[in-house]
């Protein structure tokens, strides 16, 4: 409400079906996804806004799954066409306000679902890069998946954790308070490898580290 948007929590939405398209289970994909579009066709709302990069993603995707159904390929291309990750979203924004001051430096981890599925990369640093007081270092390899990918951290365990140990050890480097990413998967795994490492170092998706920043501008102007 902030940025001047009001939010409408869609009623008879529910799973995006991303987790059953990734383990090969289309039909039960192709239902969810019809019971998301025909709920948001219900909906008076122009944009649908998502803030997990996996569940975008897929969302974009809908029409993919109904290629053998014209009427439901239609209804899906439409619906596709409102979806919105959260950072293009707000990073579109004309009158959105300047954010309140943190000092921090944070790194900031591409999730794949955003960075290559969605190619979506400068919106989330033009948003960081807007608060008053952030350092942002930009980590090498900030691009290299970081092993959570969907259920690939649940059939490739080992795989999962050498390739988190690796954007880990990228992150750290520059020495961060906060890591941020824009997908919750990526947040859990990278936050379980940093517990391991016994890391003094947050990991925080974007959102709340701009509800933060605004909040702060809150406290200060009163």
Known sequence: SVC??????????GCCGALHAHTGDTPRARRLA???IAAFERSPTKD????????GNMLKKYPELFEDDPSWHARAKRFSQRVKDVTEYLDALSDRPT????????TCQDACHLAHAQRITAAPRRLLQSIPG???VEMQESALCCGSAGIYNLTQPRMAT???????????????DVIVTTNPGCLLH???GLARRKANVRVAHIIDLLAEAYGSRKDTAQ
Not at 4 to 13: D, H, L, N, P, R
Not at 99 to 106: A, F, L, N
Not at 163 to 172: N, P
């Open 4 to 13: 001047g948007c009001s939010v409408e929590a869609t009623a008879g939405q």
């Open 34 to 36: 019809q019971r998301n």
């Open 48 to 55: 649908i806004i998502v803030n997990a990069a996996g569940c």
């Open 99 to 106: 954010p309140g001051r943190i000092e921090t430096t944070v």
């Open 134 to 136: 952030l350092k942002l």
């Open 162 to 176: 050498v390739l988190r140990e690796r954007k880990l050890d990228q992150a750290l480097a520059t020495h961060p």
């Open 190 to 192: 990278l936050r379980a």
